[in-house]
């Protein structure tokens, strides 16, 4: 976790709106993959968030070259502080991914079932990252990368996968851009809980092939599991 998730304008563009005052300028994906570009909210050099595109799959800064040897497109939130790849941009490149949804698979009746989970009463999830800017001086070639924290599975979602998305309220959002807070004070961040009540759909497994990027990955397929917060009531909004 978390290796796909969905992308879908409206109604993250509310969510967006009500966070920063800016709208999600697109495209729609509805089965993203790591190495695939997606818009990301950091707080830009005049000092007010903003959304870019970054490829989902981290190059540190330092790298010789964009690769995909090492598996970058998550981070372990309890060891990235310490990480060579990670520590800097954990000071000072926090992000936060807006999408819609997620995918996790889960092993039923000696085959994987791939399920969306999404947020029952909120218009997308927020969730923590660490952006990074590699640039090839010779060639003029400039690339934003991010990648996503993950934290151990809240006992509600574990049934899914044992990993977890990082995943925040919006009050938590602007707190994790803000990298004038001491990391020491967002640690909190990385409890496994949910900050809302989330559903876990079984979906078609059209989703398991990355390439396929229509609504059939989205096409329910059962009746949804129920996924309480366990996030105390003022930090659901």
């Known amino acids: 976790m ?20 800016h709208p999600h300028p697109g495209p729609d994906n509805f089965n993203l993959a790591p190495t695939e570009t997606v818009q990301v909210l950091r707080i830009g050099p005049d000092g007010d968030p903003q959304l ?12 010789k070259e964009v690769s995909t040897k090492y598996s970058m497109f998550n981070a372990k939130s309890e060891t990235a502080a310490q990480s060579a790849a990670f520590k800097e941009p954990f000071l000072k490149r926090r992000c936060v991914v807006p999408i819609s949804g997620f995918y996790e698979w889960c092993r039923e009746g000696g085959h994987k079932v791939p399920y ?18 590699w640039y090839n001086a010779e060639a003029g070639q400039e690339l934003l990368s991010f990648t996503i924290l993950t934290t151990a599975a809240n006992e509600n979602m574990e049934r899914l996968h044992h990993r977890q998305p990082v995943m925040l309220s919006p009050k938590q959002a602007l707190d994790w851009l803000d990298i004038d807070q001491p990391t020491a004070e967002l640690a909190y961040l990385f409890e496994s809980r949910l900050p809302m009540d ?8 059209h989703v398991n092939n990355a390439r396929n990027k229509d609504e059939r990955c989205i096409q329910a397929l059962g009746r949804s599991v129920h996924m309480a917060s366990t996030a105390p009531f003022g930090e659901q909004h």
């Open 198 to 205: 989330l559903a876990a759909i079984p979906v078609s497994s």
């Open 2 to 21: 978390c290796g796909r998730f969905n992308v879908t304008s409206d109604p993250l563009s509310k969510l967006l709106m009500d966070l920063v005052g």
């Open 52 to 63: 870019l595109p970054m490829r989902w799959w981290l190059t540190p800064f330092w790298a």
């Open 116 to 133: 969306f989970i999404i947020p029952q009463a909120h218009d997308g999830l927020l969730l923590a990252g660490l952006w990074d800017r």
